[in-house]
């Protein structure tokens, strides 16, 4: 991992970033993604699964007065939390998935480690500097264990993939705080969009009605890089659209020198099977959180 001390630049840090500004080909997930709806579906019967395992508590909370405003808490019925994993959806800021995300949590609540979907209002009934505030806020409820997220113990990952990723991205650009050592054990970000200038000049506009200055002020590439102290993973699917590559890699040299960050392009996977690679502690992308968690056996992940 590249660290914020003087250590040479990591071999990714010069990987190419230009196709950032291409056009709508490049970011449109559904025509590069394979068995799009097939996947999609699999989210749904692997979530409603979920429901009434043995196990596992689950309940949904309200952080704001809207009705998307809410989390899904998946905790053990028994025995202590090693820690949480904050998880925040994607769907270009106008899919509802929250409770299609439930699959995520079982093999981390096997391991003792409560699970959180962060749903938020979404595109285009709520502005996007809207459901950034929505996001930012609960974020440092979560952090600072702050009603109505009480039940937060342990260290803390947070974690979004897509729409979620530039959310929790954004939410740090804001000043998301870490006062409390080690309260957040690090950062998992995978498949982001961190500059919305270009994805505000594609058909996604139609939904996202951002202006010059909002898309300037909502792009977390366009905000001084924040320190950070827990390590961040940023990654994305080598089977992805290439402007999404270039979005990752370009956030991942913003962050160079002022956080631990490391840059991942996962083998073989694309915009969705992104998202299964956080499926438990022994998945692709959640090796790195268990590790960051402490968890027995993932010291080195």
């Known amino acids: 991992m590249s660290t914020a001390s003087n250590a040479p630049s990591p071999s990714w840090a010069g990987l190419d970033t230009s ?74 800021w106008k899919g509802k998935g929250r409770p299609n995300r439930a699959f995520l949590a079982p ?21 996007m500097h809207e459901i950034s505030r929505h996001i930012g806020g609960a974020l440092r409820a979560i952090v600072s264990g ?23 991205a954004q939410a740090l650009a804001q000043g998301l705080p870490e006062s409390a050592p080690g309260r957040i054990a690090g950062y998992m970000l995978l498949s982001g969009l961190y500059d919305l200038r270009p994805v505000a000049a594609t058909p996604a506009q139609e939904w996202l009605r951002l202006d010059d200055e909002q898309a300037f002020r909502l792009s977390p590439l366009c905000q001084k890089a924040p320190q950070l102290r827990a390590p961040v993973m940023v990654a994305v699917g080598a089977d992805e659209p290439d402007a999404f590559i270039a979005q990752s890699r370009a956030y991942a040299q913003h962050l160079l020198g002022h956080a631990q960050v490391d840059y ?36 080195n992940a």
Do not use: C
């Open 19 to 92: 196709s950032l500004g291409k056009g709508f080909e490049d970011y449109d997930i559904d025509s590069r993604t394979p068995d799009a709806p097939g996947q999609l579906a699999r989210f749904q019967q692997r979530s409603e699964a979920v429901q009434g395992q043995q196990g596992i508590q689950q309940t949904t909370v309200s952080y704001g007065d809207h009705p998307l405003a809410a989390a899904d808490v998946f905790r053990p019925t028994s025995g202590a939390v090693r820690g949480t994993i904050v998880f925040v959806h994607g769907g270009y």
């Open 107 to 127: 093999a981390w609540v096997n391991e003792g480690v409560q699970w959180i979907n962060l749903g938020y209002p979404v595109v285009p009934e709520t502005p």
């Open 146 to 168: 702050a009603a109505p997220f009480g039940m937060v113990e342990g260290p803390i990952v947070l974690s979004g993939n897509s729409a979620g990723a530039h959310l929790v």
């Open 264 to 299: 991942q392009e996962g083998e073989g996977l694309n915009h969705l099977s992104m998202i299964a690679s956080l499926d438990g502690p022994q998945a692709r992308f959640g090796r790195p959180m268990a590790a960051w968690l402490g968890l027995p056996g993932h010291a």
